[in-house]
């Protein structure tokens, strides 16, 4: 399939180094797949140490005068950057659907989320305060904020668009440079990102973006060079662990934005057919492949048969295809190793003793689809109870009590999003005070947007993106104290 654009220079296939497009020192290239068709998209740079450190050098300097701009001159500058976006839109999408696999209307979607970052930091960045701390005699204390410094980022396939603006817009409204390492499988919708930054009026070395197949190289550059002040990175909690052991040696601060087990909690007093379209949504956005995904269905004994055959009708109403079809409703999971890791989950979870209601197998489209999936008869001890599935496969487990519900909840080292279905009041504050997450969903599973703190507890992760809280992770405070008032 041909990729037709509006505009074919957003089409980008090198790295972007300190403001100019640039090959990999060796040369080297790696493959970008359509997991739709299994057809090569294109051969991109790939770069290594050399070329990171020589971002992370021109980040450095680029630093300096921009930390010392205005603040609304940088807010004018990411207010531009956003309007490209949006008027890019139908490329952007092209581009994310081809290399991701997402339906068309879910990279637009994506894309307007990515945008809403750099319109709300664009404004938070100008609203950066201080504090005149109590002061006595002859010393009067203030409080300051000032940008982290260079910031060194990575970000995973899923959403190659989202997460990355969510993590350079506040970076660079906070007066930061920030040098990003997108995934291998989906690093076309960076660079047209940063090729928009460029047109936007970005100065040279801010934002640099560093596509490589050789990821623990760049990466160990960026949690070993001591300019780099922060590390932000969105991916799997294995991955977040590695990184930050090796931030460990130069002390950098880090965000980690790490995998999810989100339990989907229906009581028997919820509305069903409410509870059944918010599950659907969380469940099968991205075909199962969103840290935030329903990755366990807790539903009620009492509804439990009712949930289920509801729930199963409107899965058996998905239209599996490729991005760009129309009637598509859902898209292939992102490669054939995905696929590989879904179905294995699946086939032991029925070596367990799972009923498979609907799915249960590779599609029949080929390449990398998965059939939507429904498994009933498991339980806690099984191992799906506990693996990030990150596909369209719905475990629904049963429970008797609300006590139990928290508990099996709760049963996990991850902590990101919950969400929960009730009419009852006490229950809604009960349940959400005694479950272990960063975000809880009451009777609503799309939670997600640029005014919203989002980020987990234990081991999805620290730190928050979004919302009035986000600068914090881009901002160190310093004390300053005046003696000699009275002199
Ligand atoms: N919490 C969130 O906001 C959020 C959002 C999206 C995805 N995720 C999580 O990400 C995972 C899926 O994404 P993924 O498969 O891309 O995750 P991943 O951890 O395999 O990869 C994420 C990024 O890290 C890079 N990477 C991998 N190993 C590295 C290393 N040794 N050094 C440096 N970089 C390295 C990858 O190239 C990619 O760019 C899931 O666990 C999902 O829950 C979390
Ligand atoms: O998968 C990760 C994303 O953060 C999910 S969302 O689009 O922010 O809801």
């Known amino acids: 399939m041909k990729l037709e654009l509006k505009d074919s220079s957003l089409l980008k296939t090198q790295a972007f180094i300190d403001g100019q497009w ?8 790696f493959t970008v797949m359509n997991p739709a068709t299994g057809d090569a998209i294109a051969e991109v740079a790939s770069v290594g140490q050399a070329e990171t450190a020589r971002a992370i050098a021109a980040a450095d300097s680029a630093m300096l005068e921009w930390k010392a701009l205005p603040a609304g001159q940088r807010s004018e500058i990411l207010e531009r950057w956003h309007a490209l976006i949006i008027e890019n839109i139908d490329d952007l999408a092209a581009i994310m659907t081809l290399e991701q696999g997402k339906p068309v ?15 709300w930091f664009a404004e938070e960045g ?7 701390l109590p002061s006595a005699n002859d010393r009067r204390s203030i409080v300051i904020k000032q940008p982290v410094g260079v910031v060194a980022a990575i970000t995973p396939w899923n959403f190659p668009n989202a997460m990355i603006t969510r993590k350079a817009a506040p970076a660079l409204a906070a007066g930061c440079a920030i040098v990003l390492k997108p995934a291998a499988e989906t690093p076309l919708s960076a660079l047209s990102l940063v090729e928009l930054a460029n047109r936007a009026g970005l100065p040279a070395g801010l934002f640099s973006v560093l596509p490589s197949s050789q990821s623990s190289k760049v ?16 991916g799997s909690t294995p991955v977040g662990k590695l ?6 040696d130069t002390v950098k601060r880090t965000s980690m934005e790490l995998g999810g087990n989100a339990p989907v909690i229906i009581f028997d007093d919820a509305d069903l057919d409410l509870a059944v379209k918010g599950a659907l949504v969380s469940k099968y956005r991205n075909s199962g492949q969103t840290c935030i995904c329903a990755n366990r269905l807790l539903v009620q004994e009492g509804i439990y048969d009712a949930f289920v055959e509801k729930f199963a009708a409107a899965v058996n109403d998905f239209r599996l295809g490729l991005g760009f079809d129309a009637d598509t409703t859902h898209g292939p999971v992102v490669s054939k190793k995905a696929l590989g890791d879904i179905d294995n989950i699946v086939q032991n979870a029925v070596k367990q003793g799972a009923n498979v209601v609907t799915g249960g197998k590779p599609s029949d489209l080929g390449n990398c689809f998965y059939e939507p999936t429904i498994l009933t008869n498991v339980d806690d001890n099984m191992s799906i109870f506990s693996e990030e599935i990150f596909g369209p496969v719905a475990p629904v487990f049963k429970f008797s009590s609300e006590e139990q519900a928290i508990s099996m909840a709760n049963d996990t080292e991850f902590g990101l999003a919950a969400y929960l279905y009730t009419e009852n ?7 959400s005070e005694g479950i272990e997450y960063g975000m809880v969903g009451v009777n609503e599973t799309a939670i997600s947007s640029e005014v919203i703190p989002f980020g987990g507890v234990k081991e999805s992760g620290q730190g928050r993106e979004g919302s009035k809280y986000g600068l914090d992770d881009y901002l160190e405070t310093k004390y300053i104290c005046i003696g000699g008032i009275q002199r």
Not at 22 to 29: L, P
Not at 105 to 113: A, D, I, L
Not at 219 to 227: A, D, I, K, L, R
Not at 243 to 248: E, G, H, T, V, Y
């Open 126 to 132: 100008k609203r950066v305060y201080g504090d005149v």
């Open 105 to 119: 209307f879910e990279s637009k979607g994506e894309v307007m989320y990515g945008a809403s970052y750099l319109k």
């Open 425 to 431: 009041v006490g229950r809604i504050w009960r349940v």
């Open 219 to 234: 990466g160990g550059e960026m949690t070993s060079n001591p300019v780099v002040k922060k590390l932000t990175f969105t």
């Open 22 to 29: 640039v090959d990999g020192d060796a040369g080297e290239t």
């Open 243 to 248: 990184l930050m052991k090796q931030c460990a």
